[in-house]
């Protein structure tokens, strides 16, 4: 007798994540112009109808599926006692948890920019909040401690580490070397900021 295996059926949480890793896979293997909701309904095992009831089209479901695989690894506050270590930390956070994320981006963007307007700018933006709170975190601590100047600490140059660690990754598509990553902050942010 053979028995017939019933596929359980996801719902919910369950069903979003394997949507969006789906998709994630689709545009890293085809790009934004080749990726199509028939393409990660087949590799979600679904059908286009229940991809269309969370997102209204492509641009919505690219970008859900980039914060979907940023949040599998987050990342997280330091909190190392000091300034200049914290920021050290956070990027090389970045530099070990992102630089896949930002390669496949970069190598996709130009033909996203193409179809939807959408500037590297408005990519960071939507996808710097968590960096952004644990960036407003560490210069605030910063600040309790003394460290820094609060009226030196302009959005621009609280940025500018991430800025420019983003920057490396558009130019070299490979992981910026922590020589690299103390030089930005010894030399160019920390004589913005200090007292």
Do not use: C
């Amino acid at each position: 007798m053979v028995h017939a295996t019933a596929r359980r059926r996801r719902r919910g949480a369950e069903l979003e994540r394997s949507l969006l890793d789906a998709a994630w896979e689709e545009i890293s293997e085809h790009g934004y112009v080749r990726f199509t909701f028939d393409g990660v309904a087949v590799r979600a095992g679904t059908s286009k109808p229940v991809l269309y009831r969370r997102w209204p089209g492509k641009p919505e479901l690219v970008r859900a599926a980039i914060e979907h695989v940023l949040s599998k690894d987050p990342l997280t506050d330091p909190d190392t006692g000091t300034l200049r270590n914290d920021v050290i930390a956070v990027m090389r956070q970045a530099n070990d948890r992102r630089l896949g994320v930002a390669t496949a981006l970069i190598a996709h963007l130009v033909d996203l920019h193409r179809a939807t307007g959408t500037s590297i700018d408005d990519v960071r933006s939507a996808l710097a909040a968590r960096q952004t709170t644990i960036t407003n975190t560490i210069m605030r601590r910063a600040v309790e401690r003394g460290e820094v100047d609060s009226v030196k600490l302009t959005d621009r140059i609280v940025r500018l580490p991430a800025d420019l660690v983003r920057h490396e990754f558009l130019m070299t598509s490979q992981a910026v070397p922590d020589s690299d990553i103390a030089e930005i902050v010894d030399t160019i942010f920390l004589p913005l900021v200090r007292t």
